[in-house]
Structure formats: structure tokens, C-alpha cells
């Protein structure tokens, strides 16, 4: 389905794309960083063409801004307390789940939801 918006540019549905976004999230663990890049890049450049690409976009860019937060609080935290460790467990798990959940719910057309995350962008 396409619509036009104000800014006469073709809006349209596209659920697969938001899959991909949700599952370029994994690429953090081939690349190290892509987890963040990719999504940022296909968010910023859909936003306005394809229906529900930006509040899926941010939350998607909320979720690895806030899993990156873990891992600087965390880090030291295992120096200092040895409890850091905890908290990177949590977000290694997170890290997993989420985006397939996630990626699930972007294709039945549901409202993304990641546990745990700040919102950063709104």
C-alpha cells in the first residue's frame, strides 16, 4: 500500500524492512559495531517513506544506545564491585532476545517494546 504525505513523498508499508532493521541489530556480533551503524542508517534514511519506520527506528536506536550504557557502567563495575558482571550478563541476554522478539512483532504489525531500555530518542 502507498499514500503520499505533505512532503509529496510515497509513504509505504514495508514489514520486512522493519525486520531487517530489528535483526541488523545482531551484527554487533560479526562486526563489533554494525549493530548500531545499520539500523541508525536504514532508520534515517526510511523514516518518512515507510509506515511505522520511525517508531520502530528509535526504539531500535534506544535499545543499542542503552545496551552501550550497560557496557560502560558494567565494565567498571566489575573492577570496582564485581558486580558489573551481573550486569553485563543481563545485557548479553537482552541482546539476544530482544531484537528476534522484536523482529517477530514488526512483521505481525505490532508496536515494538524492548525491556529495559532508555529512552533516549523520543
Same mark, same amino acid.
Given at each position: ?19 531487517? /532493521? ?8 560479526? /562486526? ?12 534515517? /534514511? ?70 529495559? /531500555? ?5
Amino acid at each position: 500500500m502507498e499514500l503520499v504525505n505533505k512532503n509529496a513523498v510515497v509513504v509505504r508499508e514495508d514489514r520486512n524492512l522493519l525486520v531487517i /532493521t530489528h535483526l541488523s541489530q545482531y551484527l554487533d556480533f560479526v /562486526t563489533g559495531f554494525g549493530g548500531l551503524v545499520v539500523p541508525l542508517v536504514i532508520w534515517l /534514511t526510511t523514516k518518512d517513506s515507510v509506515i511505522g519506520m520511525d517508531e520502530h527506528g528509535k526504539s531500535v536506536i534506544n535499545f543499542q544506545l542503552t545496551l552501550l550504557l550497560y557496557l560502560v557502567i558494567g565494565i567498571p563495575g566489575i573492577l570496582l564491585f564485581g558486580l558489573g558482571i551481573l550486569l553485563l550478563i543481563f545485557a548479553g541476554i537482552l541482546s539476544i532476545v530482544m531484537p528476534a522478539v522484536n523482529a517477530i512483532k514488526a512483521s505481525n504489525g505490532e508496536s515494538p517494546s524492548y525491556f529495559g /531500555t532508555i529512552r533516549f530518542i523520543s
